[in-house]
């Protein structure tokens, strides 16, 4: 771990790679240091994936995105990071700022032409069970 899920609007499929924001959005978790300059997640472990919503309900329906002179197609997109415990308050913050940003330019034209909601959260531990089976780490952890 760490996971970052992003749930989505399915009609963004038509509008951005979603592939690019998850490359774009592991690389920035792979740059977030710690207060000691350290790596906050290990390469092996970071994961980014997008599920697109096929349906959907966002607001009031569009009445006041056409009022706005908008088209009324609300977009959403959820991004949820699931890391476990032991990153200082400062750092957690440190991450969600570098993912927003992230987040932001990626959209910024997407919100230029309609009306989108972003939502970030980042879930901490605890752990009721945490099992992994991997052979990426050793790909990364080499001396």
Do not use: W
């Not at 329906?61 to 908008?70: I, L, N």
């Not at 991004?79 to 032991?86: I, P, S």
């Not at 570098?98 to 939502?119: C, K, S, Y």
């Amino acid at each position: 771990m760490p996971h970052l899920v992003i749930l989505y609007t399915g009609q963004l499929d038509h509008e951005v790679s979603m592939t690019a924001l998850c490359r774009q959005l592991a690389d920035a978790m792979l740059t977030v240091k710690d207060e000691e300059a350290k790596p906050v997640f290990p390469t092996g472990g970071t994961r980014v994936l997008a599920y697109p919503a096929p349906h959907y309900a966002v607001a009031d329906g569009g009445a006041a995105g056409r009022e706005a002179g908008g088209t009324g197609d609300y977009a959403f997109v959820y991004l949820n990071v699931r890391m476990g415990r032991g990153r200082s308050e400062a750092t957690q913050q440190r991450i969600g700022q570098t993912l927003l940003e992230v987040a932001n330019a990626f959209f910024a034209p997407v919100m230029a032409q309609r009306h989108i909601g972003i939502t970030l959260q980042i879930d901490v531990g605890p752990e009721v069970f945490d099992a992994k089976l991997s052979n990426l780490h050793p790909l990364f952890n080499k001396v």
